[in-house]
Every structure is written in C-alpha cells, then in structure tokens.
Nanobody, 124 residues
Framework: QLVESGGGSTHTGGSLRLDCALT??????????MGWFRQAPGKAREGVAA????????QYADSIKGRFTISLDNAKNTVYLEMNSLNPEDTAMYYC??????????????????WGQGTQVTVS
C-alpha cells in the first residue's frame, strides 16, 4: 500500500527528502491522513509530520517545526517529507503511515492502518 523512497546519509546542516507513494483508492476519503514517523534505536516510534489529504491540513512535531515540510502531489498520490537543517538527533528509521486518525491524534501509531517498510536517515 505504501512505497517509500529517499533517505540516506548526510552531514549536520544537510537536507534530504523522503517520498511515500500510496497505491490505494482511499487517498481522498474524508479524514484520510498520511504521516511520517521515526524511530531511533532504543526509542519509541514518534510522529514527525502528517497531512490530511482532502483538506491539505498539516501537523508537525515541535522538534522539527521550521525544518521539515510535508507536502503532497495529488496527481502522483505521493507525500513528501522535505528535511532541512538536519542534525544527528534526526538520525532514525523513518516510516510512512496512512489511515484515519481521530482528531488531535495524528501522532499516534495506533491510529494508522497502513505502514511503509521504513527508510534510514543518518546524520553525522
């Protein structure tokens, strides 16, 4: 359902972009949301950013506000996460997720039905 690409390695201050293609027709259903989560070794998976595909409403974690931007390409059914000013604390496995999170719960892993395979981001 979700095909991720992008990621890789960069140095502090660098930029990377993650792509997530959705292969389901539920893309525009009411309340449908696509999010990015990350999980560093030994830590819980945390919500990074999300976008509600119908309304275009975006949500961001405080730790990445002003540095990361989530966006979508309707024609390609693809969501992007543009990451700038990266630092070593951003190093993690990044996962794309899709579902219908309840109001205010965009950053809860339990609210998402579909998950990508994960892509590694390493900042040194």
């Amino acid at each position: 359902q979700l095909v991720e690409s992008g990621g890789g390695s960069t140095h502090t201050g660098g930029s990377l972009r993650l792509d997530c293609a959705l292969t389901t027709s539920t893309y525009y259903s009411n309340g449908f949301c696509m999010g990015w989560f990350r999980q560093a070794p030994g830590k819980a998976r945390e919500g990074v950013a999300a976008i509600y595909t119908a309304a275009g409403l975006t949500q961001y974690a405080d730790s990445i506000k002003g540095r990361f931007t989530i966006s979508l390409d309707n024609a390609k059914n693809t969501v992007y996460l543009e990451m700038n000013s990266l630092n070593p604390e951003d190093t993690a496995m990044y996962y794309c997720a899709a579902g219908w999170p309840a109001g205010g719960m965009w950053d809860r892993t339990s609210e998402y039905k579909y998950w990508g395979q994960g892509t590694q981001v390493t900042v040194s």
